[in-house]
């Protein structure tokens, strides 16, 4: 079953190929979404897959930047099946 995943980053999370890194790990699990940053230094991810490819997702995020990462909010939502990729938002 599909879902939606909203997750905000809070930390030493800009300026350190966070975005890059999520749009790789997102897309080897073919995660559709996107990732940015927020204008007060978190970084926000909102994505869509199976509940065990997120899970993944988050896993792999917090295994890579896990010195950089002081706080994560996550909410799961319902699906919309907006996205066709996953890319960094500008």
């Not at 940015?36 to 970084?43: E, K, M």
């Not at 991810?45 to 509940?51: D, M, P, Q, R, T």
């Not at 909010?73 to 066709?84: I, R």
Request: hydrophobic share 45%; proline share 0%.
């Amino acid at each position: 079953m599909r879902k939606r995943l909203r997750v905000i980053y809070s930390g030493m999370v800009q300026g350190v190929g966070f975005r890059f890194t999520v749009e790789r790990i997102a897309r080897d699990l073919m995660v559709l979404g996107w990732v940015r940053n927020l204008g007060d230094g978190r970084v926000e991810i909102v994505a869509e897959a199976g509940e065990e490819s997120l899970k993944e997702l988050l896993k792999r995020v917090d295994t890579h930047f896990q010195r950089n990462i002081k706080d994560v909010q996550v909410d799961w939502l319902e699906a919309k099946s907006e996205f066709s990729d996953f890319g960094v938002k500008f």
